[in-house]
């Protein structure tokens, strides 16, 4: 089955430690994308990446990083930089075509708790 | 800076009604605007709408685009309880890139 998967589910950090949180797709997918959701606010853009060994920085990329070493890897660093991690994180994906636009494809979440 | 308002923030309707969710935006360069519906974890794609005044409908599912206005909406006939979701709108700026701008999202429950 194709599709995006994360992991884990649940995560519990303490505070100062930094997480990382696993994204991978078998869609064959040139873009991905990390969010943040929290409650009330929508999805707010961390990081995406359009290629392999390439991303930019999204609307809320201190505090984060990430890496793309390969076409269906995406993972998401939390680092004790960032000052309010507890949150709820969704990857996604889209395939990358010319000047249309391409529906993105989400994962099933990461829920980032801090103690 | 590129926005995206959703409006109401959340609507509790009984079986059967029909509801009618709100989308404002207000980017540059639009290029297309999508609905999604967010259950529990993963939102899911429901429809993208690119030129005005075109509906698409899927089941008691429909949504339109104004691009005079810069809005859209969510029509949803016949409610049921599984449409019980949060309902997402988001934005794609032309900007070679394939970035999606959101808003806060409408908290829909359908009671029995």
């Known amino acids: 089955d194709g599709g995006i998967t994360q992991s884990p589910k649940y995560l519990f950090r303490k505070e100062g430690q930094n997480v990382t949180l696993s994204c991978e797709q078998n869609l064959n997918h040139d873009a991905m994308y990390w969010y943040r959701q929290d409650p009330g606010q929508g999805l707010r853009l961390i990081y995406y990446?359009?290629?392999?060994?390439?991303?930019q920085k999204g609307d809320i990329a201190e505090g984060y990083s990430v890496s793309r070493e390969k076409k269906e890897s995406f993972p998401l660093t939390v680092t004790s930089a960032q000052k309010n991690p507890t949150a709820f994180y969704l990857c996604?994906?889209?395939?990358?075509?010319?000047?249309?636009?391409?529906?993105?494809?989400f994962g099933p979440g990461t829920r980032l708790t801090v103690l | 800076e590129d926005k995206v308002v959703q409006s109401p923030l959340s609507l509790v309707v009984h079986e059967g009604d029909t509801v009618t969710l709100n989308c404002s935006y207000e980017?540059?360069?639009?290029?297309?605007l999508l609905w999604y519906k967010q259950e529990k974890k993963a939102p899911t794609f429901l429809f993208m709408l690119t030129s005005s005044g075109i509906e698409k409908k899927s089941g008691r599912l429909s949504s339109i685009l104004d691009k005079k206005e810069l809005s859209s909406i969510l029509n949803i006939t016949a409610t049921q309880t599984g449409d019980s979701a949060i309902y997402l709108c988001a934005v794609a700026p032309f900007q070679g890139a394939q970035k999606l701008v959101f808003g806060q999202g409408t908290r829909l429950t359908i009671n029995p």
């Open positions: 980017v540059t360069n639009f290029r297309s």
């Open positions: 996604a994906s889209s395939i990358v075509t010319g000047a249309g636009y391409n529906e993105q494809f």
């Open positions: 990446s359009q290629i392999v060994n390439d991303f």
